[in-house]
């Protein structure tokens, strides 16, 4: 049995851990699985129930709380955290180094 689903056209870099029941790429309403690309850099920690959308691009040594929901086209720095619970909606910009903490909610379009 299959702990994780990690869709199609998802690059996980190296030494990145995905925990039981997360979801990767999901495609958003209206896309294919695979049509848009995502990228998790090196060193990335993906915790439990943690769902990411397809187009995000993700830096190194990223790391989700439990149940973190990420929505698609996204762009997010290097070092970031974002705490569990918490929503990031779409087409937002994270630069490095950023500590989102639980339960926060970064509607679209923030930077």
Do not use: W
Not at 60 to 79: P, Y
């Amino acid at each position: 049995m299959k702990e994780f689903i990690v869709h199609e056209n998802v690059t996980l870099g190296e030494g990145t851990a995905v925990e039981p029941f997360c979801i990767v790429g999901t495609p958003p309403r209206g896309m294919k699985d695979g049509e848009l690309e995502t990228r998790i850099g090196d060193g990335s920690v993906i915790r439990s129930h943690t769902v990411i959308y397809a187009g995000n691009v993700i830096g190194r040594n990223f790391q989700t709380g439990n149940k973190v929901n990420i929505r698609e086209s996204n762009r997010i720095g290097s070092n970031v955290s974002v705490g569990t619970l918490s929503v990031i909606e779409h087409h937002v910009e994270i630069g490095d180094g950023v500590r989102i903490h639980t339960q926060a909610f970064i509607p679209e379009y923030s930077v």
